[in-house]
């Protein structure tokens, strides 16, 4: 019989896909710059009255892009940053919380922000008064020509409420005006009384005056915090000290000092010459007259600041003139403004002298507070982003049949790379993303086999025969009864 002998095959099928993708980081930004902000307090302590309170600020960034500050939220009076120091110099009358704001290519080591030591950060100042009410038209009008600001300080018995001959006398309507364009205004008593007769009464007389014309103006906020002495006389330091910042809003007494300071600390000597070490605690500064007799001598003094000025040294020049001093003061004003002003090198704060003494009352009550560096932005410079994606599938199809057998693997790996970037303040961020997408692949083989199995059985009787050799006996018949 045959029979069909089912052979069995055993089929294996294996499929291992594996997809590998690998994304590199956007190289093409490398030069790329991060945003930053640096943040920092200011405080300060309580101050007396004052009309000016701004304060100037110098934040050494390094090289950076656009910067841009606010302070209490609110923009600089002014700024303006130097690409060739790293300053961002900036000036304003905010205290709180203060935001710089800026680009750059990697994170500014050692950032620091410092007072200025004179507003707008310049070398030096000039202060300028003009006494005793009368004849000053002239130098008023120099002064306001170059866009610059003095003090009148008056005479109170001699000041008219009302009258306006400009042309020999400053009275209230012409302390008005000049108020309201900038100008200060101080108390130089109520009747010059000087050798004797020194009184409370002759500062706080004269004072009510130059309050008056305040009060008039369309500044009345503007704090009178300046007295000159009459005759630079000593005896009125007394009944000056009791009046000081508190009976009045007066702060310091023109009178007695050294009209050439150093506002950063210490007396300093040169060539001859000493400024005398000026901070806010000192309630007395010196007039310089020279102007009266020569150009000459207020025009060394400027030299000489020039020449001595440093990051740690800057210098306040007090002068006064009486009336009728034009011809001197124009060429010493012409000599300032073309040398060292807006004219020349820029680095003269031209400006009264309450202006400037108010600049070192808030200064020094001012604390900056050490601030924090920090990313405002996602880096794009030298962040490299990596995704890999693993993909296994594994078919295993075991048939057991005929020789015919089909086995389909069907198999759909997907891999999603999901990537995050996480950056330093070094705007070197390495951010590793890694997908890992297993797909299994099941795979279902139908194995049909059918076997058809035919037997064919063939049956064959074999014919008898006589062998050759047979003897045949032949028996009797015998018969049996
Ligand atoms: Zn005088």
């Known amino acids: ?9 055993i089929a294996t099928l294996a499929i291992v896909m594996i997809f590998a993708l690998a994304h590199t980081g956007h190289s093409a930004y490398a030069q ?42 609110r923009a600089p009076l002014s700024s303006s940053y130097s690409a060739a120091t790293g300053d961002l110099v900036f000036t304003s009358d905010q205290v709180g919380a203060a935001v710089i704001s800026f680009s750059a290519v990697s994170a500014p080591a050692g950032i620091t922000v410092n007072k200025a030591s004179l507003k707008g950060n310049k070398a030096w100042a000039w202060s300028h008064g003009m006494d005793d009410n009368v004849y000053l038209q002239n130098q008023i009008d120099l002064i306001t020509a170059k866009g610059w600001r003095a003090t009148l300080f008056m005479i109170g018995k001699d000041v008219s409420p009302t009258r306006q001959e400009s042309g020999w006398i400053i009275d209230q309507p012409g302390l008005v005006e000049l108020i309201d364009q900038g100008w200060s205004v101080g108390d130089h008593s109520w009747s010059h009384a000087c050798g004797s007769g020194q009184t409370a009464a002759e500062i706080t007389k004269g004072f009510a005056v130059v309050q008056q014309a ?3 103006s369309n500044h009345p906020d503007h704090v009178v915090t300046a ?20 009976a009045t809003t007066l702060l310091f007494n023109e009178s007695q000092g050294n009209p050439l300071m150093n506002v950063d600390g210490a007396d300093y000597t ?29 025009i060394a003094t400027f030299n000489w600041m020039s020449a001595n000025a440093s990051a740690n040294r800057h210098f306040w020049f007090n002068t006064l ?18 040398t060292y002003g807006p004219g020349g090198t820029d680095e003269l704060w031209m400006a009264p002298s309450d202006e400037i003494y108010s600049y070192l009352l808030v200064r020094d009550n001012t604390t900056i507070l050490v601030g924090t560096l920090a990313e405002s932005g996602r880096p794009t410079s030298t962040a490299t982003n990596t995704a890999t994606a693993t993909n296994t599938a594994t078919a295993t199809n ?44 099941t795979n279902t083989a139908t194995a049909t086999n059918t076997a058809t199995g035919t037997a064919t059985a063939t049956s064959t009787t074999p014919a008898q025969e006589v062998p050759a050799n047979t003897h045949i006996v032949l028996l009797p018949l015998v018969i049996t009864p």
């Open 1 to 9: 019989m045959n029979m069909n002998r089912l052979s069995g095959r």
């Open 321 to 338: 003139s009486h009336g009728n001093q034009e011809s001197n003061l124009t060429k010493v004003l012409n000599s300032a403004y073309s």
């Open 32 to 73: 790329s710059t991060v945003a930053y902000t640096y943040s920092f307090d200011i405080q300060q302590a309580t101050l007396p009255p004052l009309f000016y309170t701004d304060l100037t600020y110098i934040a050494h960034l390094g090289a950076v892009s656009a910067p841009s500050v606010t302070v209490n939220g």
């Open 398 to 441: 075991t048939a057991t049949g005929t020789a015919t057998n089909t086995a389909t693997a069907t198999n759909t790996a997907t891999a999603t790379g999901t990537a995050t970037n996480t950056a330093t303040n070094t705007a070197t961020a390495t951010n590793t993303a890694t997908a890992t997408n297993t797909a299994t692949a």
């Open 270 to 298: 040169s060539g001859g010459e000493t400024a005398s070490a000026m901070d806010s605690t000192i309630d007395k500064i010196g007039r310089d007259t020279g102007i009266e007799a020569s150009s000459s001598g207020a």
């Open 214 to 216: 305040v009060d008039a």
């Open 227 to 246: 007295f000159a002495a009459p005759c630079f006389d000593a005896a009125y330091d007394a009944p000056f000290e009791a009046l000081r910042d508190g």
